[in-house]
């Protein structure tokens, strides 16, 4: 459930800036994009108002064709859900899934509650003998409120705001504005006057906002072959809907939502092992360097930060990645290049990515051992005989075990640069395989201890039945 409606850029721990030019640099290793939903999803309960047997704001005749309330905006409900649920984060409820029910006020209400949604939106369409026109957006008159930021009214009207804005913007949809109306016969816990509409009411009394959108007028053939006389009418409503919520509530939207490896990604971003950058973008073909694979396996342990020094000459402890290359290395995960370099903003290749991991196995004390099958596994198909000679143990080593299960949509191939998605598969796959085997290596077999040497030789001459002659061993007769 969202606390806030405005995205965050927060520094990283250990994050810097560059000092030569005095510009941030955006790498995600440095800074994290947080999510005003940090703790969960952003969640929405829509609510096709009606449906069942009742036609609620009316039924009209159009063209010999009999236009349902009900029905139309069960219509705009499930295409505002589709569009919703492209965004990263976002989780869409319904309290109808058809036209078949029509839920009391009461049970509108606590799906909001069941399902810890951040807003309930109740979707209508107005009427009134034909000689109205326009949008308006009912909301609680805010004469009481349980919240602890006392913020219900100023959501509720904020959600309302933008929603009447791009109804009009986009479409051309009259803001007829807030409506806001008391109840004379019910009363809130502080005896003032409640909300009249059941809707928001009930939202107050659960403290979620909860606004009922009339998004025109059914009855009024100008708004009628405006905004309802089609589906792609129909679905221009929702897509309104929709962008204002995008942009009151700061959602983003998922670039990569046809990607192959969209599953991993997903799944590394909940674990926050990789997240996005500060414009929102995650970049799932973007290549990874060698410092960040390092910081990101840090990250997957949560190793915390050491006193070590990293003895490379291009890692300066001023460096953000300082303290991740040095506890790579005291562990003898990495160990540079023979010039003395590590190399930090070089991309990593899928070999050498294939070494980090394996030696990051073996420093948490799993088997690393390239079993027979693995030593074998060279066909083409697994890229494992195209790998460079020191590369290709911890290849075979990390086909066989799991751990490229998915990385590539065909053969692998080692010499190519890891990219993030890629690196999202190799954290995920590794989770699995840790999951899966005890963290204990077996120990080597002891050495078979020599025979000891003899004392003493018999004769070789000797003819049974003579006298047994003993000669010291290391002796000639």
């Known amino acids: 459930m969202i606390l806030c409606a405005a995205a965050l850029l927060s520094l990283a721990s250990g994050a ?10 955006e790498l995600e290793s440095q800074y994290v994009y ?13 609510d096709p108002g009606h449906g069942g047997k009742t036609t609620g704001g009316g039924a009209s005749w159009y063209g010999g064709k009999y236009y349902e309330e009900g029905k139309l905006v069960m219509k705009i409900a499930d295409y505002l859900k589709e569009e919703l649920e492209q965004y990263w984060h976002v989780k869409v409820y319904m309290t109808r899934e058809d036209n078949s029910t029509a839920p009391e006020l009461i049970e509108r209400v606590q799906k909001g509650v069941e399902t810890d949604s951040d807003l309930v939106l109740s979707l209508h369409l107005n009427g009134l003998n034909g000689k109205k026109q326009g949008a308006c957006v009912l909301v609680t008159g805010g004469k009481y409120d349980p919240t602890p930021n ?15 804005k791009e109804l009009h913007d986009q479409i051309g949809i009259k803001n007829n504005g807030f409506l806001y109306r008391d109840s004379t016969e019910t009363r809130y816990p502080n005896n003032k006057w409640a ?60 670039e990569y939502g046809s990607h192959r490896l969209k599953d991993y990604i997903d799944y590394a971003r909940e674990k926050a092992w990789l997240q996005g950058y ?28 050491g006193d070590g020094k990293a003895e490379f000459s291009d890692v300066p402890e ?35 990515a294939a070494v980090i991991v394996r030696e990051y196995l073996y420093s948490a004390g799993y088997d ?14 697994t890229g494992v005989e195209y790998a460079s000679a020191w ?87």
């Open 16 to 25: 810097l800036a560059d000092e030569e030019s005095g510009s941030v640099d």
């Open 34 to 46: 947080t999510d005003p939903w940090a703790d969960g999803y952003f969640i929405v309960t829509l």
């Open 150 to 164: 006392k913020n219900l009214k100023s959501t509720e009207e904020g959600v309302g705001r933008a929603i009447l």
């Open 195 to 254: 909300d009249y509409y059941g809707i928001i009411r009930g939202g107050v009394l659960n403290g979620i906002p909860s606004i009922l959108v009339e998004h025109c007028y059914l009855d009024n053939k100008k708004d009628f072959e405006l905004t309802l006389n089609s589906e792609a009418k129909l679905k221009a409503l929702a897509k309104a809907d929709a962008d204002a919520l995008v942009k009151y509530y700061g959602l983003r939207k998922d």
């Open 278 to 305: 500060s414009n929102g973008d995650f970049r799932p073909d973007s290549e990874v360097t060698r410092a960040t694979m390092v910081s990101l396996l840090r990250r997957f342990g949560d190793v915390p930060a």
């Open 318 to 352: 001023s460096k953000w990645y300082h303290d991740d290359v040095s506890w790579a290395a005291s562990l003898g995960i990495v160990k540079g290049y023979s010039s003395g370099e590590f190399k930090p903003d070089s991309d990593i290749t899928t070999e050498q």
């Open 368 to 381: 690393t051992t390239v079993t027979k099958a693995a030593a074998e596994n060279t066909k083409a198909d």
């Open 391 to 477: 590369a290709r143990e911890a290849m075979a080593f990390c086909i066989d075990a799991g751990l490229f299960k998915d990385y590539s949509a065909g053969a692998l191939d080692p010499g190519s640069d890891a990219t993030r998605a890629q690196v999202c598969v190799i954290l995920k796959n590794l989770e699995d395989y840790i999951a899966n085997r005890a963290s204990v290596r077996p120990e080597p077999e002891p050495e078979p201890e020599p025979e000891p040497e003899p004392s003493f030789r018999i004769d070789p001459n000797y003819i049974p039945g003579d006298e047994i002659i003993v000669i010291p061993w290391g002796t000639t007769k």
